[in-house]
């Protein structure tokens, strides 16, 4: 187990000003290992700034051939009917149908699967690979890799426990910046630290990658002011900023509602010469333009973005979608829309989660069941996180009955997950329908994704508090026989949470009906909680 040590640093520069840092005069400021950071875009804007997968550090060094059959055996892993059985039984039948599989093809289908967040069938890949001997040479970067896919798909601890026991010769930079980047990605600030603090006195941070690693991870604390000192002593260093340094700086400026630092910083990027503007950077300055109540600005940003767009990147048309919904612009959604669909031979699931949800967002609900029916005709596969959109807003509404009698319609076509589930039943506890909202999270906890199925404390918390209020007590030990097969009735942050709800919710009952209860009644009522 790697030490628990938080490193303190401090600079004689960190307390000045983000753009003051490298505009006093023009360094060495150039473009190096690139890693996708983005600011994420939500309901409500929220700042998220997200690292990019570990191959971006260089790690993808297998033989370069040309394509060959690599995006059928992507598919027939992604398809696959039972994914229990594994990335290894499509592997095995691959070759026993007589074809053989090179490294080539096998990263190529691991970089796909991690492009679309199947880290486990990646992982598998891998073992498979692992599993065959000598057969394949396994590098350094097919190491960072690994560790990368291992603390998502098993935590930071196994990943901590595979780090330990590479060889020396595999435990180089690449390995200690996957490691890296998995406590970052995990929010553990002191080991994140105390891991930069040893790639430092290693030599591995010569270049931004590291750099940008620990200011992400500093963004998403909303720990600003670190960001500060990071890129002090970038500057002290001669360490160049790359893109993404910039697009972090443009973050955490407008962050901290300074507009004016985040046009200088984005004036000092057009000045650089080795780096411009992507459309990441748009989208970072349109987000934080909105924050700040500047839509006309941000507008400015979108098209600015639009523009950016190349080849076949479907992505900064999700972006759009979402930011076009933000600042209300439905006409410009639409355009978008068709501009994707334009584009591309066919649009993915995620397309049409973004056009969908983009259109809930404005509440044209009509819009967005038209572009569901045409999912429908046209989906490779179902996608649950579209069903549950519909759901949701329907719930939010209150038509609950409309709501399940979608489900039934969704039970035709498709699987729905442990989350439609729940959201059905949080409509039900909305209308006091104890038995009805317990079947539905009795249902949860064998559809898809239970595995993974947290129940939102606040849906417990109400359930509880309606129990109680009609006194059924056995309504109310059949969740918690749920929350036990699930595992969360044990987790005592979790339970935490559940009770801090339900002190809320009491805390404003109290406030609305003062009238009618006495304080001894109030003291009985909250103790119950404690």
Not at 24 to 49: E, L, M, Q
Not at 306 to 326: A, K, N, Q, V
Request: glycine letters at 6%.
């Amino acid at each position: 187990m790697l030490l628990n040590t938080s490193i303190q640093t401090s600079s004689p520069l960190q307390h000045l000003p983000l753009s003051s840092l490298f505009f006093h005069s023009p360094t060495t400021i150039g473009f190096r290992h690139p890693i996708g950071i983005r600011a994420g875009i939500g309901r409500t804007n929220s700042i998220k700034c997200s690292i990019s997968q570990v191959h971006s550090y260089g790690t993808l060094d297998y033989e370069r051939r040309p394509p060959l059959k690599w995006s059928s055996l992507y598919r027939r892993i992604s398809f696959m009917d039972n994914p229990e059985l594994g990335s290894s039984s499509v592997l095995n039948q691959w070759e026993e149908e007589g074809r053989k599989l090179t490294k080539w093809e096998l990263c190529r289908v691991v970089k796909e699967l991690r492009k679309y967040r199947r880290y486990k069938l990646a992982l598998e890949v891998y073992e498979w690979m692992s599993d065959q001997g000598d057969r394949f040479r396994l590098s350094s970067s097919d190491s960072a890799i690994q560790l990368d896919l291992i603390s998502k798909v098993h935590g930071i601890s196994t990943a901590e426990d595979y780090f330990s026991g590479l060889p020396k010769a595999l435990k180089d930079k690449r390995a200690y910046g996957a490691l890296l980047n998995a406590y970052a990605q995990a929010q553990m600030r002191e080991k994140a630290e105390y891991m930069m603090e040893e790639m430092k006195s290693r030599g591995y941070t010569v270049h931004s990658l590291p750099f940008n690693v620990m200011m992400t991870l500093y963004m998403n604390l909303r720990e600003f002011e670190k960001v500060n000192s990071i890129i002090a002593e970038m500057v002290e260093k001669n360490v160049a900023l790359d893109l993404y340094s910039y697009n972090i700086l443009l973050s955490c400026c407008g962050a901290m509602g300074s507009m004016e630092e985040m046009e200088e910083v984005f004036t000092r990027m057009t000045l650089d010469g080795t780096v411009n503007p992507n459309w990441t950077t748009y989208s970072t300055m349109a987000t934080m333009y909105m924050k700040m109540g500047q839509f006309e600005k941000a507008e400015d940003c979108l098209k600015k973005l639009e523009s950016r767009i190349t080849g076949r990147d479907r992505i900064p048309f999700h972006y759009l979608l979402s930011l076009y919904s933000s600042i209300g612009k439905k006409e410009e959604i639409y355009r978008v829309w068709d501009i994707y669909k334009s584009s591309f031979p066919s649009i993915q699931n995620l397309g049409y989660h973004a056009m969908i949800a983009s259109l809930i967002r404005l509440d044209d609900i009509q819009g967005a069941e038209t572009i569901y029916e045409e999912w429908l005709l046209v989906k490779t596969s179902c996608d649950p996180r579209i069903f549950n959109l519909l759901m949701g807003w329907y719930i939010k509404e209150g038509l609950v009955d409309k709501a399940e009698s979608f489900l039934n319609q969704v039970i035709e076509v498709g699987k729905p997950n442990s989350s439609t589930w729940e959201i059905l039943a949080e409509g039900h506890i909305s209308q006091n329908r104890i038995s009805e909202a317990l079947s539905c999270m009795k249902e949860a906890t064998s559809a898809e994704g239970a595995k993974n199925w947290r129940p939102k404390p606040t849906n417990v918390s109400a359930f509880f508090s309606l129990c109680e209020g009609k006194g059924d007590m056995t309504s109310r030990e059949g969740l918690m026989d749920v929350l036990r097969q699930v595992g969360w009735l044990e987790d005592e942050a979790y339970m935490s949470e559940v009770n801090s709800s339900d002190r809320e919710g009491v805390a404003l009952k109290l406030s609305v009906e003062n009238s009618r209860i006495d304080a001894n009644d109030a003291d009985l009522l909250l103790n119950r909680l404690q």
